[in-house]
């Protein structure tokens, strides 16, 4: 089954000129198929005979409206109507209206409430109502190809003979004359073209907003994932507009700003580092707000067994946030926290918050006091066991071997370790009884 879209092709011929037509339809054709072509106007007008060359060779079906007042345009109204009528029939994928009138921004919005794509086509002096209405607007004059000219000949086929003895005044006059006028007709079809060319740092700025929005892991996102989120921002983008004829070939000449990476058939961009100062591990495990923030966020994410995808941690959390801390990648961070530990499952990266040490010794308390209620003395290797079957309690991710070497070595100044020949193992509050050798 075929994917390409039928649109309809409406166009104002009040507001479009006819030189445009040809390039206007190769347009129309990256689009989808131009399965109806219709051109609204006032046909008894000579302002329209251009336009009459075009209808045959295009297959364009025209539509005769009489201005039946001075100053009124029915012809919108009748395009309006018609549009309306193609809407209900529920044949087209999209519409391409063709026109430089802002009247028609209504009509682009309430065809687009139905989920139908709204293409947009007009000059640059349409205004900017009607362009964000559309899903898609291209300007006309980009449509148009570059006219070269030859300044150079024009001067010599202008000049006269300079053997000539009766025309040096004349010569004077004449060249200056033809030079400027050429190179003022270049100039200003430049400047008609580039009018509404957006500026380049407000470009980049909405790059690095569509990187920060859709990175993966790594801070990569995807070429197309770009081109959708700028045309969705900003309807009237165009790389053309840039003198570029690819969206690649654009973010390459950025290299102050992004990486780009090719792998196989796929482009990806990076915005380049702009990070602070990189934290170090000791400075990191130390700031409490962040340990607790990444804490929080972690618990939100996480499924059952305590792991939440690292995308999704650092989504809610948000990329910029966490680059305030000197790190490139998010998982480099996350990797220098002691209570948090890394994973690779499935193929994505999951991360798992588990105690810290002041949970731990407040745990070991808790416990000494219950035992105590109970009228028994809590023993290391009873404590060993409780903390075993805590899913959120890894003394590895800590830096020990064994569960029995964290408690001899947690805290020092809340514990203190000495023989007891009477109970070897137990545990009082704040002190430590036991015979083991430290690190066993």
């Known amino acids: 089954m075929s994917t390409t879209k039928k649109l309809a092709v409406l166009i104002d011929a009040d507001n479009i000129s006819a030189d445009v037509i040809e390039y206007l339809l190769l347009e129309i054709n990256k689009f989808g198929i131009a399965s109806v072509k219709r051109i609204y106007g006032d046909w008894t007008d000579t302002k329209l005979n251009k336009w009459k060359d075009t209808l045959l060779p295009y297959a364009i079906t025209p539509i005769q409206q009489f201005a039946y007042t001075n100053g009124k345009n029915a012809t919108d109204m009748a395009m ?45 002096k349409t205004p900017e109502a009607f362009v964000k209405a559309c899903d898609k607007f291209v300007r006309t004059e980009l449509l148009m190809p570059v006219k070269e000219t030859n300044i150079q000949t024009t001067v010599n086929t202008t000049a006269p003979p300079t053997n000539t003895a009766a025309t040096p005044q004349v010569q004077n006059i004449a060249t200056p004359a033809a030079t400027p006028s050429a190179a003022a007709v270049t100039k200003t079809n430049q400047a008609t073209a580039q009018a509404k060319t957006p500026d380049l740092k407000h470009l980049t700025h909405l790059i690095k907003q569509a990187c920060q929005a859709h990175a993966d892991d790594k801070g990569w996102t995807k070429l197309g994932t770009i081109g959708t989120y700028l045309t969705r921002v900003m309807p009237d983008f165009d790389v053309r507009h840039y003198q570029f004829d690819k969206l690649s070939t654009l973010i390459n000449s950025l290299s102050d700003s992004f990486h780009t990476e090719l792998n196989g058939s796929v482009y990806s961009i990076q915005c380049k580092s702009t990070l602070k100062k990189q934290w170090s591990k000791e400075e990191l495990n130390m700031n409490s707000e962040l340990v607790n923030l990444l804490s929080q966020h972690i618990s939100n994410n996480a499924d059952s067994n305590g792991w939440a995808y690292l995308g999704d941690v650092v989504k809610s959390i948000g990329s910029q946030r966490l680059s305030q801390y000197g790190f490139a990648k998010a998982s480099t961070l996350f990797e220098q926290i002691n209570t948090i530990e890394l994973q690779n499952i499935n193929g994505k990266l999951c991360v798992k918050k588990y105690w810290s040490i002041s949970k731990i010794c407040a ?67 704040k002190r430590i009884l036991t015979n083991l050798p430290s690190g066993k």
């Not at 209206?97 to 640059?124: C, K, P, Y």
């Not at 071997?401 to 100044?413: A, F, T």
Request: net charge negative.
């Open 363 to 429: 745990f070991i308390n808790q416990s000494i006091e219950t035992y105590k209620i109970n009228g028994k003395e809590l023993t290391v290797h009873e404590l060993a066991n409780e903390l075993r079957i805590q899913p959120l309690v890894n003394h590895r991710i800590l830096g020990f071997d064994s569960i029995v070497q964290m408690i001899l070595k947690i805290r020092p100044e809340h514990y203190q370790f000495i023989a007891d020949t009477q109970s070897a193992h137990k545990i009082i509050k």
């Open 80 to 124: 309006v109507i018609d549009a309306m009528d193609l809407l209900y029939s529920n044949t087209f994928d999209g519409f391409c209206l063709v026109s430089s009138d802002s009247d028609f921004t209504r009509l682009a919005s309430r065809i687009r409430e139905n989920g139908i794509e709204v293409i947009g086509f007009g000059q640059n």
